[in-house]
C-alpha cells in the first residue's frame, strides 16, 4: 500500500484540477459576456433571455451534480484505500490518550510519546483514551482519528521511509492540549525489532537511584518492570532513557532536564498531573541519573 498521506494528496490535486477547469470556464464565460455585450458595442444588440429555458436548467443542474457524485466517488475510493481492510496490518499497537500524554502497548510491552514501527508496513494502531476525547493525528503518516473513551477506533498508519515523523493531539482535551506531542520513529524492520526486544526487558537494577525511587511518591503513578513500581497513572518509564523528550515533547531527555522536570514539572508544564517530587538536591541528582540510565 502506500502512505495514506499520499493517497489523501493525490485526491486533493484531482479535486483541485477539477475546481480549476469549472473557475476557468466560468470565468472565461463571464469574460467573454462582458466583452461580447460591452456598451461601447451596441451593435452586438442585448444578450438573450434564458428564463424558462427548460433544457438549460435541466444541463446546470445535472453537471454540478454530476461532478460532485464523481468527487463523492474518488473520495469513496480513497477513503476504503486509507481504511486500509484490503491490507492485512503488519503490527498492531494500542494507543491511549491521557491528559496530557501517550501511552503505546506492544503486547505486554507499554512505552510512552514515542512510537516505534517498522517502515514499508501496515501499523494498525487501536484508539482509546483514559479520560476525556483526544485525537491522534501523524499527518505524513496517517489519518487523523480520534480516541474515545470506552470505545476502540482503528487508525491505519504507513511510512515508506525510515525517519522521524511528528504528530499532534488534534482534540482540545485540557490546559496541556498543546504538549501532547507525538513522535514515531520509522525505521528498518531489523532496527525496530531491536528495538522492541530491548523495550520487553526489565530494567537493569541500580543502586541508589533505584531506591530513591521506589521509596519516593513516584511508584504511585509510574511503572519501572523489573522492580516494585507497577504504577499506572503516569507512563512507564522502564526505558524513559531511551526515549527523546520528557513530558511528552516538553523537554529534551537528559540528566539535567530529567532533574529540573522531577524537582518541578509545573514549570515547564503547568496543569500537568504530576506533582513536585519533594526530594534533597543530592537525591534529585542521583533520581535523574537512574531515569536517565534506563535505556
Ligand atoms: Cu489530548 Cu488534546
Redesign the pocket.
Known sequence: MRPPAEAIGALALIVGAIALLIFLAVEGALVYAVWRYRSSRSSAGKPAGFEGNRRLEIAWTAAPALVLAVVFALMLGTMAEIGGASVEPGLRVRAV?HQ?WWEFGYGAVLTANELHIPVDTAVDLELTSADVI?SFWVPELGGKRDMLPGTTNRLRLFARRAGVYEGQ?S???GVE?AW?RIRVVAESQADFDRWLAAQGQPAATRGDGERIFLAAICVNCHAVRGTSAAGTAGPDLTHVGARATLGAGVLPNDVARMRAWVADPQQYKPGALMPRVPLSDAELDTLAAYLVSLK
Open positions: 490518550g496530557w483526544h493531539c482534540e482540545f482535551c492540549h501532547m
